[in-house]
């Protein structure tokens, strides 16, 4: 288990790198400020992150037996590790454009 954790983790990354990416950001290293667009990604990713532990909660509770079942277990662990990648992911790449640049400012906005 440890593998797919750290496989769908990587994964997620990835996709967090790419999606941060594709944003617009302006770095105002002088007065620590960073200004990103608006963008859906974050509702959507939180919205599917509870309905997909819901959904997990529920058939839990209704069916006890499901918890033994590698693949259950294996579906749960993707599930977690691939969205908490994706916020990873934005962050690292919202941090490695802090230190590279290039630089505005943004103090009069």
Same mark, same amino acid.
């Not at 941060?20 to 990103?36: A, P």
């Not at 058939?59 to 918890?67: D, K, P, Q």
């Given at each position: 288990?440890?593998?797919?954790?750290?496989?769908?983790l990587?994964?997620?990354v990835?996709?967090g790198?790419?999606?941060?990416?594709?944003?617009?950001i302006r770095i105002? &290293?002088?007065?620590?400020l960073?200004? $990103?667009? +608006?963008?859906?990604?974050i509702?959507i990713?939180?919205?599917?992150?509870?309905l997909? &532990?819901?959904?997990m +909660?529920?058939?839990?509770?209704t069916n006890?037996?499901?918890?033994k079942t590698k693949k259950?277990?294996?579906? +749960?662990?993707?599930?977690s590790? *691939?969205?908490a990648?994706? $916020? *990873?992911?934005?962050v690292?790449?919202?941090?490695?454009?802090? &230190?590279? +640049?290039p630089?505005?400012n943004?103090?009069n906005?």
């Amino acid at each position: 288990m440890p593998y797919l954790w750290l496989c769908s983790l990587s994964f997620g990354v990835l996709i967090g790198i790419i999606l941060g990416s594709s944003q617009k950001i302006r770095i105002d &290293k002088e007065n620590n400020l960073i200004e $990103l667009s +608006g963008s859906w990604i974050i509702l959507i990713l939180l919205m599917f992150i509870f309905l997909s &532990k819901y959904a997990m +909660g529920y058939l839990s509770f209704t069916n006890t037996a499901i918890l033994k079942t590698k693949k259950f277990i294996k579906i +749960g662990v993707i599930i977690s590790s *691939v969205p908490a990648g994706i $916020l *990873v992911g934005r962050v690292l790449y919202y941090f490695y454009r802090y &230190k590279k +640049g290039p630089y505005t400012n943004l103090k009069n906005y």
